[in-house]
């Protein structure tokens, strides 16, 4: 897979410098928000707070400062993968872009399947039905994917504004909820109890807790914007700073939203990939608005269309990285000659996501096929179990990698080397019991064993595709 040097991407020719610090936190906020992590976690009730809560400290707080550190230090193109490449060495570089990569492709689809949900609601509640239907969730998913390829190869110049865009359309809805929960609370009472017995969880405590590996993940990402390191202007500074921001932002959807869902809506009322809508379009009626579940559903789709775009982006840009360091094949070094963006990665992101894709959705086990809302279960929880593994090098790589002869302006975390270490055990403790709770399947799974197939055979098969590019990748370099 050898190219001509003169078609790869050099570091001495840059990419186009495109984002600033609002950029960055408009990158960062549609990265990382979903609002579906909040119907998701809501349908196990109040306890569902704590949870969210637990997440924001147990793994929140450690990745923004393991972000914030070492992104002041290394803003190099690539992000988490550069900095395990640093301390690891070549291999455990590439598994960490790999993983960053590949998991990806699952969360594409996955987050697409959500917005195609959202979207129906658009043409009135008659149309509902079509989200269950497999043939309009593959055309969503499909379409929405390739526009998605077309407007990373032009680059961040124009697909900074589907960002922004998809960002506002994510603090709409997150404000219409949590100011609905608070008139629906003044109004008619809450339709849940957060008496502090409530609070913790007692029925199906299993499935419950198992909740909480989603939580840590709708809190990931905030990695996001170094991956794009060269394209940010004063990178030590603004990536930091847009971090912050972004955490801030999210910490308070995700938490009082969450509480605003369970105040407006009993959890049993709701569904995974429209309970924000239902919620929203709920109050809106009782208080004399009348349903806003077209506005909101279109709102949705919007956030995770642009969700979509910015990970395309930065997941593009990892696999840049890796061809350049010849951990993958190098052709995913070149750089567009007029857009200066990894055309090839990009492309080749988008045919592989649409394979997965439709694998998931069509593959049969043991006489059983995979319904649309198992479909979208089993690509979560592969986004979780794929992506986890380079959060284990990232809270190392935090202890590892020097914290001298760097730049004299790089941000410093309070506790010197001790608390640097505190950082890493929480945060690593935080990302290793996500990992073994993604096992646990969802509540309501009619066939366990074609979850559970789909879950580990899917997961082996990708990390030996992976293995079998690096050697051979390794073997073809000079």
């Not at 549609?30 to 119907?39: F, K, P, Q, S």
């Not at 509640?125 to 269950?132: G, I």
């Not at 847009?242 to 939203?257: P, Q, R």
């Not at 593994?389 to 190392?396: D, G």
Request: proline share 5%; net charge positive; aromatic share 12%.
């Amino acid at each position: 897979m050898g190219a001509d040097a003169s078609q790869l991407a050099s570091r001495d020719q840059p990419f186009i410098t495109a984002l600033g610090l609002w950029d960055v936190v408009g990158m960062n906020v549609v990265g990382v928000v979903g609002l579906r992590w909040i119907a998701r976690g809501a349908r196990v009730g109040a306890p569902s707070v704590t949870l969210w809560l637990l997440a924001c400290v147990a793994f929140f707080l450690p990745l923004a400062a393991a972000v914030i550190h070492l992104s002041s230090r290394y803003p190099d193109q690539g992000g988490l993968y550069a900095w395990a490449r640093r301390t690891f060495g070549p291999f455990h570089g590439f598994i960490c872009a790999w993983c960053l990569w590949v998991n990806n492709l699952f969360y594409f689809p996955s987050l697409l399947l959500f917005a195609a949900a959202n979207a129906v609601l658009v043409f009135g509640d008659r149309y509902q039905q079509m989200a269950d239907s497999r043939w309009y969730s593959v055309a969503f998913v499909l379409i929405a994917l390739w526009i998605c390829v077309a407007l990373n190869v032009v680059g961040l110049t124009a697909g900074k504004w589907l960002q922004n865009a998809g960002s506002v359309a994510t603090w709409i809805p997150a404000a219409l909820l949590i100011g609905f929960g608070a008139v629906a609370c003044a109004t008619f009472g809450s339709a849940t109890s957060f008496a502090p017995a409530a609070l913790v969880p007692r029925e199906d405590v299993w499935t419950t807790v198992s909740l909480w590996s989603a939580m840590c993940f709708a809190f990931s990402g905030f990695e996001l914007s170094s991956f794009v390191g060269q394209e940010v202007r004063d990178p030590r500074r603004t990536i930091p700073r847009g971090v912050l921001i972004a955490g801030a932002v999210v910490v308070v959807i995700y938490v009082v939203g969450s509480a605003s869902v369970l105040v407006a809506v009993p959890a049993s009322a709701l569904q995974e990939r429209s309970g924000i809508v239902d919620a929203i379009n709920l109050v809106s009626a009782r208080i004399g608005l009348g349903g806003m579940g077209a506005l909101m559903g279109a709102l949705l789709a919007l956030g995770s269309f642009a969700g979509t775009s910015s990970w395309f982006a930065g997941s593009g840009r990892v696999q840049f990285a890796a061809g350049e360091d010849r951990v993958l094949p190098a052709s995913f070094g070149r750089l567009h000659p007029t857009f200066r963006t990894p055309h090839v990665a990009l492309v080749v992101q988008g045919l592989v996501a649409s394979a997965i894709f439709l694998t998931s959705v069509f593959l049969t086990i043991s006489g059983s096929q995979t319904t649309v809302q198992e479909a979208y279960d089993i690509m979560v929880n592969l986004t979780i179990l794929i992506y986890f593994v380079p959060y284990l090098y990232l809270f190392i790589a935090l202890v590892r990698l020097p914290t001298t002869d760097v730049a004299p302006d790089a941000v410093r975390l309070p506790g010197g080397r001790r608390g640097l270490w505190a950082v890493a055990a929480v945060g690593f403790a935080a990302t290793a019991i996500s990992l073994a709770l993604v096992f646990v399947p969802p509540a309501g799974t009619a066939n366990v064993l074609n979850y559970e197939a789909n879950l580990v055979g899917q997961a082996l098969i990708i990390m030996l595709v992976g293995l079998v590019l690096f050697w051979n990748a390794q073997r073809q370099s000079p």
